[in-house]
């Protein structure tokens, strides 16, 4: 396996130090787009805005990258 993308493992990072009520306040897009991550830090953002709109999501894989920028900026 090679080296996981840093902005990934800042994902990943916000995954595990977020407390129960901190994900509760995600909205369900920001909640799929981690478990996916965590699931596969290599899941290409096209890939994972295509399982989102199978789960009733509509989003594109730009939103998906800019919705993980925010996600990292969140956690810091």
Same mark, same amino acid.
């Not at 306040?25 to 981690?34: A, E, F, P, S």
């Given at each position: 396996?090679?080296?996981?993308?840093?902005?990934?493992?800042?994902?990943? *990072?916000?995954?595990?130090?977020?407390?129960?009520?901190?994900?509760?306040? %995600? +909205?369900?897009?920001?909640? @799929?787009? #981690? /478990?996916?991550?965590?699931?596969?830090?290599?899941?290409?953002?096209? *890939?994972?805005?295509?399982?989102?709109?199978?789960?009733?999501?509509?989003? %594109? +894989?730009?939103?998906?990258? @800019?919705? #993980? /920028?925010?996600?990292?900026?969140?956690?810091?």
């Amino acid at each position: 396996m090679g080296k996981i993308q840093p902005k990934i493992q800042k994902a990943l *990072e916000l995954l595990c130090s977020m407390s129960e009520d901190a994900w509760s306040n %995600l +909205d369900k897009v920001d909640q @799929k787009i #981690i /478990e996916i991550l965590n699931s596969n830090a290599r899941t290409p953002s096209k *890939e994972i805005a295509s399982e989102l709109t199978k789960s009733s999501h509509d989003v %594109l +894989d730009r939103t998906i990258r @800019k919705r #993980i /920028e925010r996600l990292e900026k969140w956690n810091h």
